[in-house]
């Protein structure tokens, strides 16, 4: 039997993953706070429901890309969430970054009412999502995560379960610290290419071809060599994934000093009123100091 999909956050990501899932031929119910983004799903023949509760009644597996992790708590057990509709046996499975330990305590409280969660934060940007070739990093049981796979095959292509519950968050911290240094690290090459008088674009084309090449020098340092910071990732998204980074290394009482560094020119950047540009952005923070 076909199980029945939902999906609760049509965001920059949210939407298209929900596109491929229906598009698939999967029954997919959705909603979105803001209604009106969710008429292209209803378009392509998806249910548009009235709240988190009612997608978790009519489905068996329910995705949520929402904000930050007080989103999450709001959507799963806020009035009319998905805890108060979910069936004994459902699956919850949270596309969000957010934090790791509140994570395990969402997967904690819902196992208790029989509902199975994954953590499953991903990679790829918004062309990663409407492509399906995103990057998933999977928190969760194995048979929880095989029973989902087949799904999160039509949004990702390289699909890892990391660990238990909150495992898949870490990864994703992990990962946002590994693309925020860089593009700290791409902004200050660009800036000293710009100083000694030589042409940024010269740059970037020699050092992709060798072991300074990245998907950040090729995409965002494009954005940098354009001015042109249309997201892409929010700079506020980005500061928000650094706070998880910076709170979950303090309690572990683990110094961060490169992330540390470039939070400080994301908030720069956010002070400045820059918090819908694409973290790239930090680059006008560089450059002004
Ligand atoms: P976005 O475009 O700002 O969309 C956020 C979505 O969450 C919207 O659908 C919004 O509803 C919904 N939402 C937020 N707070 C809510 C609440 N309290 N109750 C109900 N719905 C709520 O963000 P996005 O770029 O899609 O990002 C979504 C998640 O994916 C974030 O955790 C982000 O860090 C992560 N992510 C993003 C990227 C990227 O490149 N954009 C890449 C990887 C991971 P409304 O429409 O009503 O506002």
């Not at 999909?5 to 999967?26: S, T, V």
């Not at 429901?49 to 978790?56: F, I, R």
């Not at 095989?146 to 660990?163: A, D």
């Amino acid at each position: 039997m076909q199980e029945k999909l939902g999906f609760i956050g049509l965001g920059i990501m949210g939407l298209p993953m929900a596109l491929n899932l229906r598009r698939a031929g999967f029954t997919v119910a959705v909603y979105n706070r803001t209604r009106e983004r969710a008429q292209a799903l209803k378009d392509a023949g998806a249910f548009v429901c009235q709240s988190p509760k009612e997608v978790a009644e009519k489905t068996d597996i329910i995705f949520t890309c929402v904000s930050d992790t007080p989103d999450v708590n709001e959507v799963l057990f806020g009035k009319d969430g998905v805890a108060a509709g979910a069936k004994k046996g459902s699956v919850v499975v949270d596309m969000s970054t957010i934090s790791p330990e509140s994570t395990k305590r969402f997967a904690a409280n819902l196992k208790m009412a029989g509902v199975d969660m994954l953590d499953a934060p991903v990679s790829g940007g918004e062309t990663g999502a409407i492509a399906g070739t995103l990057s998933i990093m999977v928190g969760g049981k194995e048979e929880v995560f095989n029973r989902v796979l087949p799904y999160f095959q039509k949004m990702g292509k390289n699909i890892v379960l990391v660990g238990d519950n909150g495992a898949g968050q870490v990864a994703k911290a992990c990962n946002q610290v590994v693309i925020a240094v860089t593009i700290e690290a791409v902004g200050e090459a660009l800036m000293l290419a710009e100083k000694c008088g030589v042409d940024g674009r010269k740059v970037r084309e020699a050092l992709l071809g060798g072991f300074a090449g990245s998907k950040v020098l090729e995409v965002h340092g494009n954005r940098m060599l354009n001015d042109d910071y249309k997201p892409g990732f929010k700079a506020k998204l980005h500061r928000k994934d650094m706070g998880i980074v910076l709170d979950t290394a303090k309690n572990l009482q683990l110094p961060l000093p490169a992330a540390t560094l470039v939070t400080l020119h994301m908030d720069e950047i956010i002070k400045q009123g820059g918090g819908e540009l694409d973290s790239s952005a930090i680059f006008k923070a560089l450059r002004k100091n």
